[in-house]
C-alpha cells in the first residue's frame, strides 16, 4: 500500500518525528527555519497532508491553489487562527488541531506568570543577575499578596478551566468568569466560580485578569483602552492566548501610566518581534510562548496530529476535525 505523503513544516518531539517517517512518506524541515508562504502554497500541491503549527501563517495567498494534492490539514497545536478558515473550508480541505493534551501545561505557565508578575519576579531576577542586589530590606520588592484574591477568566474553555482550578483550589481565589456561550452550573461550581456576561463586567470586580479566548480577527484588541481603563489601577493582566487579543500601544501607555498594576505574557502580536517599548515596562514579565513547551505536552502533540491523520487516511472523521 502506498503510504501517504505528509509534510511536517517544524522540528517536531524526536519520538513523533520516527513514528511519522514508520506510517507515512514523510519530509522533514530539518533547518526548522519557518517556510515562507509560497513554500507552504507549493506543499499544498505535492503532498496529501501538511502539518504546520503556529509559526506559519496560512492565510488566503497559501489557498490559491486549482487542484490541491493536500486533503488535510493537521495542525501541531490547539489555536488555529493563523489558518485561513474560509480559504480552507472553499478548498474541501480538513483542518485538525491538538486540543486537551496541553491544558494543564498551558494552565499552569499562566499561573507562573500571574506569581512571577504579582510577586515581582522578574524584576527581582534581573537584579540579582546583573549585581544589583544590596541586600534583604522590608521595603524591597514588595509585591502583590495572590492568594484569596479574585481572579477573572476571559474564555472558559479547557485551559480556562485549568486555570481556575490552579486558582480556586491552590490559592483560594475567587473565579468570576466571562465566555461566549453559557457555562454549565456544575462546571461553574467545581471551581467556585460565577459567570458574567460581559468583559465590562468582569473587569471591574479582578484583582487579576486571565486571558483564555481564541485569537483571530474576532478577538483582535479584545483588551483595548477602554477595557484596560475599567482594570482596577492595581490589577494585572496575564495573556498567554494569543498576542492580538491585547492592543499593545494600549497596554505600554496602562504600563507605564499606571493605571494597571502590571501584566505578563507568553504571546505577542506580531511574535516574536516584541514592541521595543515593551521591553521598557519593568511591571511586564514577558516569556517567549512557553505555554505547551514541555516534554510532555510537545509529544502529545505530535501523537495527537497522528491519531488524527489515522483517521482521516482510514475514512473516520478525525477527532479533532475543527473545519
Ligand atoms: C497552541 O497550541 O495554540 C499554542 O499556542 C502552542 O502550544
Redesign the pocket.
Known amino acids: 500500500m502506498i503510504k501517504p505523503s505528509v509534510l511536517v513544516t517544524r522540528r517536531w518531539p524526536a519520538a513523533v518525528e520516527a513514528q511519522l517517517a514508520e506510517t507515512y512518506n514523510a519530509t522533514f524541515n530539518s533547518a526548522d527555519v519557518p517556510l515562507a508562504a509560497c513554500e507552504m502554497r507549493d506543499a499544498m500541491k505535492r503532498f496529501d497532508a501538511v502539518l504546520p ?2 509559526t506559519d501563517k496560512l492565510g488566503a495567498d497559501v489557498f490559491e491553489v486549482t487542484k490541491p494534492q493536500a486533503k488535510i490539514i493537521g ?6 487562527s493563523h489558518i485561513d478558515e474560509a480559504s480552507a473550508r472553499d478548498l474541501g480541505l480538513t483542518v485538525t ?2 486540543p486537551d493534551v ?1 491544558s494543564e501545561c ?1 494552565a499552569d505557565i499562566a499561573m507562573t506568570l500571574m506569581l512571577m508578575v504579582a510577586r515581582r519576579a522578574g524584576e527581582g531576577e534581573r537584579e540579582v543577575r546583573d549585581g544589583r542586589w544590596t541586600g534583604w530590606r522590608p521595603t524591597h520588592l514588595v509585591g502583590t499578596k495572590v492568594s484569596g484574591k479574585t481572579l477573572g477568566i476571559i474564555g472558559f474553555g479547557r485551559i480556562g478551566q485549568e486555570m481556575a482550578k490552579r486558582a480556586h483550589l491552590g490559592f483560594g481565589m475567587k473565579i468570576v468568569v466571562q465566555n461566549r456561550s453559557q457555562v454549565a452550573s456544575e462546571v461553574l461550581d467545581t471551581y467556585g466560580a460565577i459567570q458574567v456576561d460581559t468583559v465590562e463586567e468582569l473587569l471591574p470586580q479582578c484583582d487579576f485578569v486571565s486571558l483564555h479566548c481564541p485569537g483571530g480577527a474576532a478577538n483582535r484588541h479584545l483588551m483595548n483602552s477602554a477595557r484596560l481603563d475599567l482594570m482596577k489601577q492595581d490589577a494585572f493582566l496575564i495573556n ?3 498576542g492580538e487579543v491585547i492592543d499593545e500601544h494600549a497596554l505600554i501607555q496602562a504600563l507605564m501610566f499606571g493605571t494597571i498594576g502590571g501584566a505578563a505574557l ?2 505577542f502580536d506580531g511574535e516574536p518581534r516584541i514592541a521595543p517599548d515593551l521591553v521598557q515596562c519593568d511591571n511586564l514579565v514577558m516569556l517567549p ?1 512557553l ?3 514541555t516534554r510532555e ?2 509529544e502529545a ?1 505530535g501523537f495527537r496530529v497522528l491519531d488524527n491523520l489515522e483517521d482521516f487516511f482510514s475514512g473516520r472523521n478525525p477527532r479533532d476535525r475543527v473545519i
Open positions: 503549527t503556529v495542525n501541531y497545536g490547539v489555536g488555529y488541531n491538538t496541553l498551558t498567554t492566548a494569543r507568553d504571546v510562548h505555554g505547551s513547551a505536552a510537545r502533540m
